[in-house]
């Protein structure tokens, strides 16, 4: 029997805009009594740079979430509560390892009724904080996008969210083509798969000209310093300041202490559905791939824990179950093997692949550019201060564990805002994503083994090593990316 295949609007969807709302975001919550909330945010700037934002969010009441109407005031009242507990954990010269009730109350009660966790998640401060500067014109043009809060009130930080809110837009046409893609697929329509291959490729490829963009507003130093701290979060934190996460109080006496993930782009509905889509496998960072038998091919692994199935803890509830839906239907990467006579659909099959590990290099190298290259600077400049003179560091612009690297014996890597050592992660990601590439030469160029394994040169990356080590030509000369250092816990 052909199981069905997913309706968008039972899960909340939009054929156009995807997994973004199909209505912009509430650029305020209507009911005055939420106003003190509206006013911190809007005021977020000011309350940090004067240090006055803790004794503000203190002499809070408790509001009640009884007056939230409808889901939109829902996810307003969530990016809300986001902001403002960020700016309250990372906003003072030492993180903060509890949260007062009257935000953890409330923030703990809007998140139970959305499913998603007590934190600032990729949804709260991209899919729900944005607005377009004119209705009528399309969501996929970043200069019609504003966000509607950041921590820092800079363009850098809103260009940072409002990528992310445009690749969302440009992608969101992929996920119907896609359902129409498993239907054709299901009835043996091989040019109707082909077709919609061949603008999955189309739009990835556009989106990695979207995801270029980020040089343009986005300063390499701002993003370091000052925006990336606020966006981490309280699991794995300890050199940052968090050892045990954060105390969310409630007045009980009964507290735990919690630790949660922080934003990352791996919370991205739209990227991880593009991997269920074409059949990609991720397994746990570090692990190797086990080679299957003919017989086993196209069959998924048994389902094992690894960071990128946590991120979908971090996704909205229906988004969620729709990727959990989509991945018992998926059967494109199953045709394509069953059909490898057919030439043009193994090609367009492998350009998706091809499109999607060269989304996935963009990424990394933004990585480089954005996270080693600042943490190697922030290093050098710390050695050329004398000890006796170099300050400590301020949980507002130096977290370690965060920001800083350490080669000690010991010391543990650099992690991402998502609480993860990501150049391991997403270097991994990007080389599981063109495994199961069907023509062999395709197979060889998207593989990234050692050339000792093969016959034939391998076509790596300019600049990368058979050991995966990056060798970066600059103006200010070369320099190695290696493992040990974190990344923006993107894509």
């Known amino acids: 029997m052909i199981p069905p295949i997913p309706r968008l609007e039972n899960y909340g969807l939009s054929p156009h ?10 650029q305020s919550l209507p009911d005055p009594y939420y106003s003190k909330w509206e006013n911190i945010v809007s005021n977020l700037q000011g309350l940090l740079l004067s240090k006055r934002l803790r004794g503000v969010i203190d002499a809070l009441p408790t509001l009640s979430t009884s007056r939230l109407r409808g889901e939109p005031e829902w996810r307003r009242a ?5 902001f403002m507990s960020h700016a309250y954990i990372w906003g003072g010269d030492k993180p903060s390892d509890r949260l007062p009730s009257c935000i953890s109350i409330p923030f703990i009660e809007i998140s139970d009724h959305l499913q998603l966790p007590p934190v600032a998640t990729y949804a709260g401060v991209c899919l729900w904080n944005w607005k377009p500067l004119f209705p009528d014109e399309e969501m996929d043009n970043l200069e019609n996008l504003s966000t509607l809060a950041t921590f820092t009130g800079s363009l850098d930080e809103s260009w940072f969210y409002l990528v992310s809110v445009a690749i969302e837009s440009r992608g969101g046409p992929i996920v119907p083509l896609m359902l129409k893609a498993f239907s054709a697929a299901w009835a043996n329509q091989s040019h109707t798969v082909i077709d919609c291959l061949h603008s999955f490729a189309e739009r990835l490829d556009e989106l990695g000209t979207l995801l270029q963009r980020m040089y343009e507003n986005c300063d390499p130093h701002v993003f370091y310093h000052r925006i990336r701290p606020f966006l981490a979060g309280s699991k794995n934190m300890a050199e940052a300041g968090l050892p045990n996460g954060v105390l969310y109080e409630d007045g009980s006496g009964n507290e735990v202490y919690r630790q949660y993930s922080g934003g990352s782009n791996a919370q991205s509905s739209l990227i991880q559905f593009f991997d269920i889509a074409l059949g990609v496998e991720h397994r746990p960072t570090g692990s190797k791939r086990v080679e299957s038998s003919e017989s086993e091919e196209g069959t998924a692994p048994p389902n094992k824990h690894n960071f990128i199935q946590d991120m979908r803890k971090y996704m909205p509830a229906q988004h969620r179950e729709f990727l959990e839906h989509v991945a018992n239907v998926a059967n494109i990467r199953e045709y394509v093997e069953a059909h490898r006579s057919d ?3 193994c090609v367009a099959y492998d350009a998706c ?3 999607l590990r060269a989304f996935r290099d963009k990424h990394i190298q933004m990585v480089s550019r954005y996270i080693i290259v600042k943490s190697r600077e922030s290093r050098s400049h710390s050695r050329s201060i004398s000890p006796r003179a170099a300050p400590q560091p301020v949980a507002m612009t130096s977290r370690k564990g965060l920001g800083r690297e350490d080669h000690r014996p010991g010391q543990k890597k650099l992690k991402g805002t998502g609480g993860t050592a990501l ?4 270097k991994q990601a990007r080389d599981e994503t063109g495994e199961p590439a069907i023509d ?17 040169a391998k076509l790596g990356k300019v600049g990368e090593h058979a050991d995966g080590e990056m ?9 190695a990316m290696d493992d040990s250092e974190g990344g923006l816990c993107h894509w």
């Open 423 to 426: 150049i391991p992660f997403l």
């Open 353 to 355: 692949l091809a499109m």
């Open 78 to 82: 969530y990016s809300l509560m986001a």
């Open 471 to 479: 060798e970066i030509v600059g103006l200010a000369g070369t320099w």
């Open 17 to 26: 805009n995807g997994f973004l709302p199909s209505e912009p975001p509430l």
């Open 440 to 456: 062999a030469w395709a197979r060889l160029i998207l593989s990234d083994g050692p050339a000792g394994e093969s016959r034939f």
């Open 343 to 345: 030439r043009a659909l």
